[in-house]
């Protein structure tokens, strides 16, 4: 059965940092592109950073960079999102997806086939 797996949600503040974690399972992850993607209450899920299957080519959404880094351990089967300098707009329940087709650079969640269940990031004070 194919899953991924999402961990480090959690309170903070702003200006905190949080890190984020995507296993896998029943799977490996080396063949696929990851993309972490977010949704707040009432708002469509988008797309925050995507890795390649590599770990050679990432992407961000403006909003981000600078503060976000996405980063791949193939050999653990996870991804990270590293998530700095919080501010309350990146609020929301975060997912990871794994992208079995070659939609490269790719932050549109219907490019994705994989999901996991989300994990909530809260920043306030």
């Known amino acids: 059965q194919l899953q991924l797996v999402e961990s480090g949600g959690g309170l903070v503040q702003p200006g905190g940092s949080l890190r984020l974690s995507c296993v896998a399972s029943?799977?490996?992850?080396?063949?696929?592109?990851i993309g972490w993607f977010r949704q707040a209450p009432g708002k469509e899920r988008e797309g925050v950073s995507y890795?390649?299957?590599?770990?050679?080519?990432?992407r961000y959404l403006d909003s981000v960079k600078g503060r976000f880094t996405i980063s791949r351990d193939n050999a653990k089967n996870t991804v990270y999102l590293q998530m700095n300098s919080l501010k309350p707009e990146d609020t929301a329940a975060y997912y990871c997806?794994?992208?079995?087709?070659?939609?490269?650079?790719?932050?549109?969640?219907?490019?994705?086939?994989?999901w996991g269940q989300g994990t909530e990031v809260t920043v306030s004070s």
């Open positions: 029943g799977f490996t992850l080396d063949y696929y592109a």
């Open positions: 890795i390649s299957s590599t770990g050679g080519s990432t």
């Open positions: 997806a794994a992208m079995g087709g070659m939609h490269y650079y790719s932050l549109t969640p219907y490019d994705y086939d994989y």
